[in-house]
């Protein structure tokens, strides 16, 4: 475990974590476990006459695969406090590879003196580099008070 407090982090920096490649089990495994069965993501017949062609991965998976590539190391110092200004710019495929990056990009103090809220993006990329899925990943970490 790696303690970092809100004055330890700095804004600008940047992480990556490794690929995963989408796979038809992952979009028919979480179709079961969230209830979507929308063709869009289960009828391939239907989408070859839609404009994508192809079924296409639900968000709440790219959303939930992306925020995992990002979990590594716990801090105990810190917890997620949320997640802001999701966005799913582009289609996610089978066969797609996916890699997020997290950059902390802001740092804010919160109502308790203790603690301060730090801002990091999470932008999940394709294999071609295109941006998949966006959104703000707001942490409570506590201050160091020294």
Known sequence: M???AFEEFEI????CSGGRTITETDIVLHAGQS????PHHMDAEWCATQPFGQRIAHGTLIFTIGVGQ????????????????????????IGDTIRTRVTIAEKRDH??????????????????GECVMACEHLLLVKRRGD
């Open 2 to 4: 790696k303690e970092l």
């Open 12 to 15: 600008g920096f940047t992480r």
């Open 35 to 38: 209830g979507d069965f929308y």
């Open 70 to 93: 990002t979990a590594g190391e716990i801090n105990p110092l810190a917890i997620t406090y949320g997640y802001e200004k999701l966005r799913f710019p582009k289609a996610v495929f």
């Open 111 to 128: 109502k308790r003196p203790e603690f301060g809220i730090v801002v990091e993006k999470l932008e999940t990329l394709n294999q071609r």
